[in-house]
């Protein structure tokens, strides 16, 4: 993976990280997603108060990389599931069990594991041209990052079934409708927003605001454990299906 697929910046006690594949929409390859699992988990070490999620223009993240992900498939179902819980659950119990706050800064689309990814950040801003889906099932795929889960308790069980069986897309305004956004801004000041709200949380005493995070996810992330094992099986045995090559193949070039 090229270093500049994930971009960090650091502002003063904040991190910045970026997807930088905007020629894939910001798409989630295997290596990608273990450094910026990597990267998140470094943080409050170096001294980082408050880390930001965001991707370069023209989206936040359209999901997992197709190609890279096909890749993988080929070496059969259990490297499938291996991979997808070695690496991208990793991802999501990092960014839950890390005790500084993550927040999405949603610059644009926010598709299948780009949504998820979303979803596992403790709070989320968006700029009103953001779009949201839960669009595992179109590719033959469910939601492999805990997407489910995270839909349900936070937008509750209708509105996640409507997202995560047909695949609908939602604007920024529907989704802060639906309990799914903190914030929705303008595009022009989306990262200026979301470094004012990074730079607040900094400066909360840090003891009181780790665990305060980590009574929240004992909360939101009751019974995900469990789903995430499950998961890593049921995608392992959908990407090496005839249907994920079929409806994968047009995304795939």
């Known amino acids: 993976m090229p270093e500049t697929a994930l971009l960090g910046e650091r502002r003063q006690d904040v991190l910045v ?4 594949r905007p020629e894939r929409r910001n798409a989630l ?3 990608l997603v273990a450094t910026l699992a990597d990267h998140i988990a470094a943080a409050p070490a170096d001294g980082v108060r408050a880390v930001i999620l965001t991707g370069s223009a023209p989206a936040f993240c359209a999901g997992g990389d197709l190609a890279d992900l096909s890749a993988v498939a080929k070496r059969g179902a259990l490297a499938v599931s291996e991979t997808i819980y070695t690496r991208f659950h990793r991802l999501v119990r990092t960014i839950g069990s890390v005790p500084v706050p993550v927040i999405a800064a949603i610059n644009g689309p926010a598709l299948g594991a780009g949504l998820d990814l979303a979803l596992a950040c403790d709070l989320r801003i968006a700029a009103t041209d953001a779009v949201l889906a839960s669009s595992w099932i179109a590719v033959g ?18 509105r996640a079934a409507e997202l995560v069986l047909t695949g609908r897309r939602i604007d920024a305004a529907t989704a802060q409708a639906w309990g799914l956004l903190n914030e929705v801004v303008e595009p022009g000041i989306l990262l200026d927003r979301a470094l004012e709200l990074a730079r607040e949380l900094a400066g909360l005493p840090a003891p009181a605001l780790a665990r305060s995070k980590a009574a929240l996810r004992r909360v939101l992330e009751a019974g995900l454990e469990d789903e995430l094992a499950v998961l ?7 990407l090496t299906s005839e249907d994920f090559a079929r409806r994968s193949a047009p995304f795939r070039r």
């Open 17 to 20: 990280l970026t997807l930088n």
């Open 29 to 31: 390859t295997v290596e």
């Open 141 to 158: 795929l469910v939601p492999g990052m805990g997407g489910a889960s995270y839909l349900t308790r936070l937008a509750g069980g209708t």
């Open 232 to 238: 890593g099986a049921v995608q392992g045995s959908l």
